[in-house]
């Protein structure tokens, strides 16, 4: 399997950004989907400048239907590296990728963070 998993915590500098892709998935398509996002397509965005990691996120909230929701989040460098990616040829490319294997049966929407604080729990060891 390309890429790597890991329970270790990061903790997001201000400069830093998340880049966050949410996919509803169909069941029938739902294994194949994850697989493909664990070896193939998250390794792939992880190449591109800027990006230092990614989380696969299963949502628990109630979803439409029988389908199931997914959230990768992807931290990034900074802003300008986010805007990079944004305008780049390989983000249409690894869109194209998903649309192509998937189509309609794992629509996704983009939602775009910035860290403005971090609060600690009493008592966390913190990093």
């Known amino acids: 399997m390309r890429g790597s998993t890991t ?16 996919a509803t998935v169909a069941p029938e398509i739902e294994a194949d989907w994850v697989e493909w996002m664990q070896t193939r397509h ?13 989380w696969l996120l299963r949502v628990t909230s109630p979803t439409r239907e029988e389908w199931a929701e997914f959230a990768v989040v992807y931290q990034l460098e900074n802003q300008a590296a986010l805007d990079a990616y944004m305008a780049s040829p390989a983000r249409a490319r690894l869109i194209q990728e998903v649309a ?13 963070l910035q860290p403005v604080a971090t609060i600690e729990a009493e008592g ?3 990093e």
Not at 12 to 20: A, G, K, M
Not at 100 to 112: H, K, N, Q, W
């Open 42 to 54: 998250i390794p792939d965005v992880l190449k591109e400048p800027g990006f230092l990691r990614a």
């Open 100 to 112: 192509d294997r998937y189509g309609d049966r794992a629509p996704s929407t983009r939602l775009f």
């Open 7 to 22: 329970k270790e915590y990061k903790v997001l500098t201000r400069e830093q950004v998340l880049y966050t892709v949410r």
């Open 124 to 126: 966390h060891p913190g």
